[in-house]
């Protein structure tokens, strides 16, 4: 008997039980659904949620493999070793795996008992949050700290709202945020954010945003900028590459790029949303540049689009389909205000310098009231246009 013939005669003998939601996510997981619809109309097509969320997962495989390299990378430079890339990216990839690990086991453990408690199928949301989660985490992260907030998240950021399609917060900004403000010192960005850091007491450094909030590190080079970490100086091409300290998936603007690339053909993620936060980030940088009354202020507006988490948020966080703008109108709006508010957030709190997270969150919640606003607006201007043809 084949495999696929032994699963379906063992989903028969789970129906109607309570680990049946557990069973046929494994099922569905493995092997296309024979079920099919007798009755209402639907749409068909080839694309479903589970395989909407693995594109999803595979634009975010070039940032994680980005980040694992570069986990390896800021150790080694760090300590002033060159080992080569391949056990550089080894190194990496053996501290950062066990944060996916951990991820995932606590999360979809979670969404498992949720759904076998109430009788539903298990929603396939987390395979791409329990992907996210890690890539917007130090790599020095204490485990059991990362399953803590990935429990919040899971429980107080989507299953008590319904579960998947019915959270009003990003999933994974919710748990960034807990880890934020339940251990804020594992997340501010002020010290060197490198696989075991408490072996580099004598090194000094800390992210670039953390750099220019103390008013100690920017340099300028004509319309260029780098910046000062310590005893190095990290250039405009160590930006764009990723060759910088940051969150594990954050750093890499190439690789982020690839992701968007993918997300914006397959027709997953809006454009209109990353080119209206790019614009809104990029205005707000630009004025704050014609001010300069600080470094944060200085730093060239489309750099100030090159680090910390504004690349991989609009790109991954702030386009998510379920807590982000619906209309076309209302997209343009909310990513523009998501990053106008992003750069308003990293420049005047200098305890705080990245503002990403609470800006993406914030829109989360005016979200709805953009688009009803939009709808409204829309219905206004038929019914004119109604009463001009009816005149």
Known sequence: MGLKENLHKQKLKYQGTKFAPVFNALHTFLFVPDETTHSGAHIRDAADLKRIMNMVIISLVPCLLFGMWNTGYQHFSQLGEDIGFFDTFVYGAMKVLPIVVVSYTVGLGIEFLFAALRNHEVNEGFLVTGMLVPLIVPVDIPLWMLAVAVAFGVVIGKEVFGGTGMNILNPALTIRAFLFFAYPSWISGDKVWVADAKDLDAISGETILGALASNEGLVKHGAEASVNIGDRTVSMLDMLIGTIPGSIGETSVIA??????????????????????????????????LWGVNELMQFPWYQQLMVGGFAFGTVFMA?????????????WIYGFLAGAISILVRVFNPAFPEGVMMAILLMNVFAPLIDHYVIQGNIKQRENRLKLKNA
């Open 319 to 331: 386009t998510d389909p379920v807590s982000a703008a619906q209309t076309n109108k209302g997209k």
């Open 256 to 289: 982020i790029a690839i992701g968007a690339l993918i997300l914006i053909l397959t027709g997953i993620a809006s454009w209109r949303i990353m080119f209206s936060m790019l614009l809104g980030g990029g205005l707000v940088s630009y004025i704050f540049n």
